[in-house]
């Protein structure tokens, strides 16, 4: 298992440094190449949809004036952003992915769609998906990661805004139930479970045959991955005892399954995983 391709959907918000510097380190790391995907409609389309949406809404030159500014001013600001990082973090731009034992290399894309599309054609062929957590002041986040997670199908590494990218080498968690989901969150992170210094598999609720954690560290083992197993037990919140696990080992790196109890995708966000990250703060990786 390889990072070849990591996505990273750039809004034109503050999570867009955080995302960079998240994936620079990755990439760099595993020789991958960057996709920076910045999803902005023509103002001429998405005005079209408004006054087709919303007939009762009348078009003004003004308001097509004012879309176009603010949709150039924020593709320019992306494009400073990007380069900047580019720049500071030793990565090539460049239209092709590096050569076998080269160093990684970059893109940025302007695509035309919508948030939602444009994540979903790209995450279908990307390795991993970085994007800042949907939290306070960043609710439009929930648009990449919906489109990658459930529409696409591909793990996501959730970050929280102004955190720094030092999973490498740092104590790594596993949040097992013996899930589908868990499962493909597992094989998503194995790139990722081998740079960390340990990785803990842990089990909260009652004894379950399928949660059983013998046969994941000894599939990790397979993987030249050592870990160990350690059942939480059932007395507790399973989300406050792993958090706590969390800040004994010092993670910075959790695994779980996402997946939701309605037909309401937000509910993940609004449950387990914004729980556990209401502790330490780590990276998440994610898949459904």
Not at 32 to 41: D, E, N, Q, R, T
Not at 165 to 191: C, F, K, Q
């Amino acid at each position: 298992m390889t990072i070849g391709t990591i996505l990273v959907p750039l809004l034109g918000d503050a999570g867009d440094g955080d995302c960079l510097a998240w994936a620079g380190t990755l990439a760099q790391k595993h020789k991958s190449h960057v996709i920076a995907l910045h999803p902005s409609p023509n103002p001429s389309d998405a005005l079209y949809a408004l006054a087709t949406s919303t007939p009762e809404v009348f078009v003004t030159e003004t308001m097509e004036r004012t879309l176009r500014e603010q949709t150039s001013n924020r593709r320019a600001a992306v494009k400073r952003r990007y380069t900047a990082w580019a720049e500071s973090a030793g990565v090539a731009c460049g239209n092709t992915p590096a050569a076998e034992g080269a160093d990684c290399t970059a893109k940025l894309v302007v695509d035309p769609e919508t948030v939602e599309p444009a994540v979903l054609r790209y995450a279908l062929v990307s390795d991993l998906i970085v994007t800042v957590l949907p939290g306070k002041g960043m609710e439009r986040r929930i648009e990449p990661l919906n489109a990658a997670l459930f529409d696409a199908g591909r793990p996501v590494l959730g970050v929280s805004a102004g955190s720094t990218s030092d999973i490498l080498g740092a104590p790594a968690i596993v949040a097992w139930n013996g899930s589908s989901e868990a499962a493909r969150a597992l094989t998503a992170a194995l790139p990722l479970l081998r740079d960390a210094s340990s990785v803990t598999i842990l089990h909260a609720g009652e004894p379950d045959t399928m949660a059983a954690l013998d046969p994941v560290t000894a599939y990790l083992d397979h993987h030249h991955i050592k870990s160990q197993g350690i059942e939480l037990g059932a007395h507790g919140n399973p989300t406050e005892l792993i958090a706590t696990k969390i800040s004994e080992l010092g993670a910075r790196l959790l695994v779980m399954g996402a997946y939701s109890h309605s037909r309401l995708r937000e509910s993940v966000l609004g449950g387990v995983t914004r729980e556990m990250l209401a502790g330490p703060p780590v990276a998440l990786l994610m898949a459904h």
